[in-house]
């Protein structure tokens, strides 16, 4: 499956490249296509906005994982919600009628600090059936779980488990350990409940295992 955003940032690179050369390879002052470089990557983000929230979508429990901020802007001024707060329901946020989302903001990552997503998918590039995102740095562990409701689900008690700062395989099995019973996912014809779960603390394991293995740098 092609990324849409990858394809179109392909497309408005290639423009912004054959419009920077006049035919002798060289360049020829600031591009024709920098309007339309513009406009491509205001659609891209515009689109991007837009199905933000599909619960089977890699961005959500990155998004939570990561402690990314999201600007809304309206006629009553600005606001900025947490990711636990913008996402609401299935391809619903946090944006009202008559706002705009603005800006995604996402904290600057320190030396000895690892992120890793892991999951199930439908085929080498599909849609996961059940998703985890880690983040392993001085301040402790962040885990969200994606695929298992109608929002990220940040896993807390296996983050409270790690807080000791043992991340050695055995012991983030052990803080893993209840993670699916806990859970409450949906069922469809890819996966039961108990199975999608299952998938889940599976793919929390292997999340905090990767990112705390870049994290060593």
Not at 187 to 210: F, I
């Amino acid at each position: 499956m092609t990324d849409p955003i990858l394809l179109w940032n392909d497309v408005a690179l290639e423009a912004n490249r054959v419009s920077h050369t006049n035919g002798l390879g060289e360049q020829a002052g600031p591009p024709l296509s920098a309007r339309a470089l513009a406009i491509v990557h205001l659609a891209m983000y515009d689109a991007y906005a837009g199905c933000v929230n599909d619960p089977t979508n890699h961005y959500p429990p990155l998004l939570a994982a990561l402690g990314a901020t999201f600007t809304i802007r309206g006629s009553s001024g600005e606001r900025t919600v947490s990711a636990e707060e913008f996402f609401v329901g299935v391809y619903v946020t946090a944006v009202s009628e008559g706002e705009l989302l603005t800006k995604i903001s996402v904290p600057t990552r320190k030396p000895g600090t690892g992120d890793a997503m892991a999951g199930i998918t439908l085929g080498a590039h599909g849609t996961y059936v059940a998703s985890a995102v880690a983040t392993v740095s001085s301040e402790g562990v962040r885990v969200a779980l994606g695929c298992v409701s109608s929002v990220p689900v940040r896993a807390t008690a296996m983050e409270e488990r790690l807080a000791n700062g043992d991340l050695s395989e055995a012991a983030v099995r052990a803080a893993a350990e209840g993670l699916a019973a806990s859970l409450d996912p949906p069922s469809d014809v890819h996966a039961n409940a108990e199975y999608r779960g299952h998938l889940a603390e599976v793919s929390a394991v292997r999340a905090v295992l990767q990112a705390a293995e870049r994290a060593k740098g």
